[in-house]
């Protein structure tokens, strides 16, 4: 997927800045996972320790609903078991259950027909056996999935059924009425009907007050933040989107987070930030790749062409239209079809391609009547019409406009779309020349502009209100303080004796603490000055070290071979004319020595000084160390490489460390880890580096931590650049190391 570039769009490096805020996050939801797992260990305990087999295979149902996506296999194992244990025992209660967990598991998988056939199943088998709360509970679902599909008519149908068999059992279930609610407000939301989808969110949020359950409440909160958006009280609506987010990361509830992302994207194009919607419609998108959710994939692209429609930025704006309509269709959703048609034929008329504009609107027009969303079939109309205008087809644009008026006033909370609607009808009639008719809708026009008082404007009313109000209040609490302050002044003219005596004896330990607090600064920098002398002479002694070690190696490996080569080629001199002396075999022999020893030198200079890091640069030559090891086939490393793409302004000193920090850790790691897999991960931020390894070996104990000569060669290194290590490496456990340098500039 390509999006279109722009100047304001944010940039790699401005990403970078948030790395370590992913991080954290990332580490969050790891934690949050190990949560879930305990949830479904507990009720695998309970299976263990239950007698009973009807509440096992219950119990089974209930677990099969807590395992992620990743797990469907075993969610399914879990509802086949507990299905083949209520058919043998004749028990069409469990049966219908279990039709109902079917239906649910397809659901979450993204496959609402496949969902509503379970459904269905689950409902004409309660009817069967009267089994009231089943049917209910399957009617209601049948209901979700007619939302998702975009069939709005039988949605409502099934949800005032539901809603109504709900209320009738005694206790009610509140959570069950919540989640029925907040289908309601969902579609009415998808009809346009605004003002209604907030009384039935508010109503779900009445009956979700004590619930514990997370998800349900991040559903409920993402629709009653859409409603606010839609309301145009945008700062409310973000604050909740924000904590719809919180609530997601808790659940861990990735189709959550691509709805609260791209909602905050909309509220944040309500509003007019549109750089800050691009970016949460852009990681709407990227949630919906990684989980094949083309629903979602759909209504982000849309959503964003549509931002860069109105920042007039309109290239490549058909490819993404396009993709929109098909990532609709591959999810066999009617109202987002109908949805990226109305915006696409929207765009293609601001381009005055009437002819394609056209199409797409009726389109989109046919499929909103034809799921029931009358509201939306209207601003179709509307803007046939305005594209009919503009094409000078006076009778065409007066049937689209003169057909969507009564929808409007049949409708409340539409005052603006009927505004605009009108405004349409003066233009025509203007055009006409029939300017009693356009008098006519002149004057509803300015009526409607005169009654529109919009949610923003009411907000601000109300903060005066309040504002008012807490001024008011601060006036009597400052009278309140006044009197209070006459009384203690008499206190303090008693007591100001002893204050002023207080005052001396807190100086002077004030003057005390303080010669003792420039005393201890300048002990630490003292210490920190000798720590560096420390260091700086342990680095010295390394390196005397390290050219030893390769005086030695090329005294033992590369001298010992060239001498055999020379004696070889002295004895070949003597034989050379010589008959049966084997000069062939000892001059095949020296070659071969000879090319040892050019690869000993090679190694040798490789330790030195990578070629591909001179050559190429930090990341080719992290590439080449990576793909090195790869090619042994007896360990696996992953790289995740971020920015390094120019490192040309960085010290020659500092390349060269981040290069021996990955190579000394995967030394290590080759020698003492026993590891299969690795995961090598540096990015550049704004200011600094940071390097993160992790493999899946026996781990390291503490001695090995504290003495080994090449972890502490790795610490110097990093604490002489003034840079942070943390290693983490328990036996049987792994090891992970993440290091942090700040960038050291060539000059």
């Given at each position: 997927?390509?999006?279109?570039?722009?100047?304001?769009?944010?940039?790699?490096?401005?990403?970078?800045?948030?790395?370590?805020s992913?991080?954290?996050?990332?580490?969050?939801?790891?934690?949050?996972?190990?949560?879930?797992?305990s949830?479904?260990?507990?009720?695998?305990?309970?299976?263990?320790?239950?007698?009973?087999s009807?509440?096992?295979?219950?119990?089974?149902?209930?677990?099969?609903?807590?395992?992620n996506?990743?797990?469907?296999?075993?969610?399914?194992?879990?509802?086949d078991?507990?299905?083949?244990?209520?058919?043998?025992?004749?028990?069409?209660?469990?049966?219908?259950?279990?039709?109902?967990?079917?239906?649910?598991?397809?659901?979450?998988?993204?496959?609402?027909?496949?969902?509503?056939?379970?459904?269905?199943?689950?409902?004409?088998?309660a009817?069967?056996?009267?089994?009231?709360?089943?049917?209910?509970v399957?009617?209601?679902?049948?209901?979700?999935?007619f939302?998702?599909?975009?069939?709005?008519?039988?949605?409502?149908?099934?949800?005032?059924?539901?809603?109504?068999?709900?209320?009738?059992?005694?206790?009610?279930?509140?959570?069950?009425?919540?989640?029925?609610?907040?289908?309601?407000?969902?579609?009415?939301?998808?009809?346009?009907?605004?003002?209604?989808s907030?009384?039935?969110?508010?109503?779900?949020?009445?009956?979700?007050?004590?619930?514990?359950?997370?998800?349900?409440?991040?559903?409920?909160?993402?629709?009653?933040?859409?409603?606010?958006?839609?309301?145009?009280?945008?700062?409310?609506?973000?604050?909740?989107?924000?904590?719809?987010?919180?609530?997601?990361?808790?659940?861990?509830?990735?189709?959550?987070?691509?709805k609260?992302?791209?909602?905050?994207?909309?509220?944040?194009?309500?509003?007019?930030?549109?750089?800050?919607?691009i970016?949460?419609?852009?990681?709407?998108?990227?949630?919906?790749?990684?989980?094949?959710?083309?629903?979602?994939?759909?209504?982000?692209?849309?959503?964003?062409?549509?931002?860069?429609?109105?920042?007039?930025e309109?290239?490549?704006?058909?490819?993404?239209?396009?993709?929109?309509?098909?990532?609709?269709?591959k999810?066999?959703?009617?109202?987002?079809?109908?949805?990226?048609?109305?915006?696409?034929?929207?765009?293609?008329?601001?381009?005055?391609?009437?002819?394609?504009?056209?199409?797409?609107?009726?389109?989109?027009?046919?499929?909103?009547?034809?799921?029931?969303?009358?509201?939306m079939?209207?601003?179709?109309?509307?803007?046939?019409?305005?594209?009919?205008?503009?094409?000078?087809?006076?009778?065409?644009?007066?049937e689209?406009?003169?057909?969507?008026?009564?929808?409007?006033?049949?409708?409340?909370?539409?005052?603006?779309?009927?505004?605009?609607?009108?405004?349409?009808?003066?233009?025509?009639?203007?055009?006409?020349?029939?300017?009693?008719?356009?008098?006519?809708?002149?004057?509803?026009?300015?009526?409607?502009?005169?009654?529109?008082?919009?949610?923003?404007?009411?907000?601000?009313?109300?903060?005066?209100?309040?504002?008012?109000?807490?001024?008011?209040?601060?006036?009597?609490?400052?009278?309140e303080?006044?009197?209070?302050?006459?009384?203690?002044?008499r206190?303090?003219?008693i007591?100001?004796?002893i204050?002023?005596?207080?005052?001396?004896?807190?100086?002077?330990?004030?003057?005390?603490?303080?010669?003792?607090?420039?005393?201890?600064?300048?002990?630490?920098?003292?210490?920190?000055?000798?720590?560096?002398?420390?260091?700086?002479?342990?680095?010295?002694?390394?390196?005397?070290?390290?050219?030893?070690k390769i005086?030695?190696?090329?005294?033992?490996?590369?001298?010992?071979?060239?001498?055999?080569?020379?004696?070889?080629?002295?004895?070949?001199?003597?034989?050379?004319f010589?008959?049966?002396?084997?000069?062939?075999q000892?001059?095949?022999?020296?070659?071969k020595?000879?090319?040892?020893?050019?690869?000993?030198?090679?190694?040798?200079?490789?330790?030195?000084?990578?070629?591909?890091?001179?050559?190429?640069?930090?990341k080719?030559?992290?590439?080449?160390?990576?793909?090195?090891?790869?090619?042994?086939?007896?360990?696996?490393?992953?790289?995740?490489?971020?920015?390094?793409?120019?490192?040309?302004?960085?010290?020659?000193?500092?390349?060269?460390?981040?290069?021996?920090?990955?190579?000394?850790?995967?030394?290590?790691?080759?020698?003492?880890?026993?590891?299969?897999?690795?995961?090598?991960?540096?990015?550049?931020?704004?200011?600094?580096?940071?390097?993160?390894?992790?493999?899946?070996?026996?781990?390291?104990?503490e001695?090995?931590?504290?003495?080994?000569?090449?972890?502490?060669?790795?610490?110097?290194?990093?604490?002489?650049?003034?840079?942070?290590i943390?290693?983490?490496?328990?036996?049987?456990?792994?090891?992970?190391?993440?290091?942090?340098?700040?960038?050291?500039?060539?000059?």
């Amino acid at each position: 997927m390509i999006f279109p570039q722009t100047k304001k769009i944010p940039t790699t490096s401005s990403f970078f800045k948030y790395s370590k805020s992913l991080l954290l996050l990332l580490a969050f939801l790891v934690v949050r996972v190990g949560f879930a797992q305990s949830k479904i260990d507990s009720i695998s305990q309970q299976i263990e320790r239950e007698n009973s087999s009807s509440e096992i295979a219950h119990l089974q149902l209930k677990r099969a609903l807590l395992f992620n996506l990743k797990e469907r296999e075993k969610a399914s194992n879990d509802i086949d078991e507990a299905f083949e244990y209520f058919s043998n025992n004749g028990d069409k209660k469990g049966e219908v259950d279990c039709y109902i967990s079917y239906g649910n598991l397809h659901f979450q998988h993204r496959e609402p027909i496949k969902a509503a056939h379970f459904d269905s199943l689950a409902i004409k088998l309660a009817d069967e056996i009267s089994y009231k709360k089943g049917k209910a509970v399957a009617i209601g679902n049948l209901a979700r999935e007619f939302i998702n599909t975009g069939n709005f008519i039988n949605a409502e149908t099934h949800l005032q059924q539901a809603i109504v068999d709900e209320e009738s059992f005694k206790p009610q279930d509140r959570e069950r009425l919540a989640e029925l609610y907040n289908r309601f407000s969902i579609l009415h939301a998808r009809r346009g009907d605004h003002l209604k989808s907030l009384s039935f969110i508010e109503k779900a949020m009445e009956y979700s007050k004590g619930i514990n359950d997370n998800l349900l409440l991040s559903r409920i909160y993402i629709n009653y933040a859409n409603s606010l958006s839609r309301l145009s009280r945008f700062d409310e609506a973000v604050k909740i989107h924000f904590k719809v987010i919180r609530l997601c990361e808790q659940t861990q509830d990735t189709i959550g987070l691509q709805k609260a992302y791209n909602n905050l994207g909309i509220a944040f194009r309500n509003g007019g930030e549109f750089d800050k919607a691009i970016a949460y419609y852009r990681k709407s998108f990227e949630l919906g790749k990684k989980s094949n959710d083309y629903k979602t994939m759909g209504l982000s692209v849309v959503n964003m062409a549509t931002v860069y429609s109105e920042k007039q930025e309109f290239d490549g704006m058909d490819t993404l239209y396009s993709q929109g309509i098909q990532y609709f269709e591959k999810a066999s959703d009617l109202g987002g079809i109908a949805f990226a048609n109305h915006n696409y034929g929207n765009f293609l008329v601001i381009k005055k391609d009437y002819a394609e504009a056209d199409k797409h609107l009726q389109k989109a027009y046919e499929l909103r009547k034809q799921i029931g969303a009358d509201l939306m079939a209207a601003s179709s109309l509307s803007v046939l019409g305005k594209s009919a205008i503009e094409q000078k087809k006076w009778k065409k644009a007066e049937e689209y406009l003169l057909a969507a008026e009564p929808i409007y006033q049949g409708k409340n909370h539409n005052d603006r779309n009927l505004k605009e609607l009108y405004g349409y009808l003066k233009e025509l009639y203007i055009q006409e020349a029939n300017f009693e008719k356009a008098l006519n809708y002149q004057t509803q026009e300015l009526e409607l502009e005169k009654t529109l008082f919009t949610e923003n404007e009411k907000i601000n009313s109300l903060k005066t209100e309040a504002a008012y109000e807490m001024e008011k209040q601060d006036m009597e609490m400052a009278l309140e303080r006044e009197k209070q302050e006459l009384a203690r002044q008499r206190i303090l003219l008693i007591g100001g004796g002893i204050v002023l005596v207080l005052i001396l004896i807190s100086f002077t330990l004030w003057l005390r603490r303080r010669q003792l607090k420039e005393r201890h600064q300048a002990q630490i920098i003292n210490l920190d000055q000798q720590h560096r002398l420390d260091l700086s002479k342990s680095l010295k002694n390394s390196e005397q070290q390290e050219r030893k070690k390769i005086a030695h190696k090329l005294h033992d490996e590369a001298g010992s071979m060239l001498s055999i080569a020379i004696l070889n080629l002295k004895q070949l001199q003597a034989d050379v004319f010589k008959t049966e002396r084997n000069a062939a075999q000892k001059l095949e022999t020296t070659q071969k020595l000879l090319v040892d020893i050019s690869d000993s030198v090679r190694n040798i200079s490789h330790t030195l000084m990578p070629v591909a890091l001179d050559k190429y640069g930090l990341k080719a030559a992290i590439h080449d160390l990576v793909n090195a090891v790869n090619t042994s086939q007896k360990l696996k490393v992953e790289e995740v490489l971020e920015g390094l793409d120019d490192t040309s302004s960085w010290s020659e000193d500092f390349n060269l460390t981040i290069y021996r920090i990955v190579q000394e850790v995967m030394n290590n790691i080759i020698k003492h880890a026993q590891a299969t897999n690795v995961l090598l991960q540096v990015v550049e931020l704004e200011d600094s580096v940071t390097i993160y390894i992790e493999d899946n070996g026996k781990g390291m104990d503490e001695t090995a931590t504290k003495n080994g000569m090449g972890l502490k060669m790795l610490k110097s290194n990093i604490e002489y650049l003034n840079g942070t290590i943390e290693i983490n490496g328990k036996a049987n456990t792994g090891t992970f190391i993440l290091a942090e340098l700040p960038i050291e500039k060539a000059n």
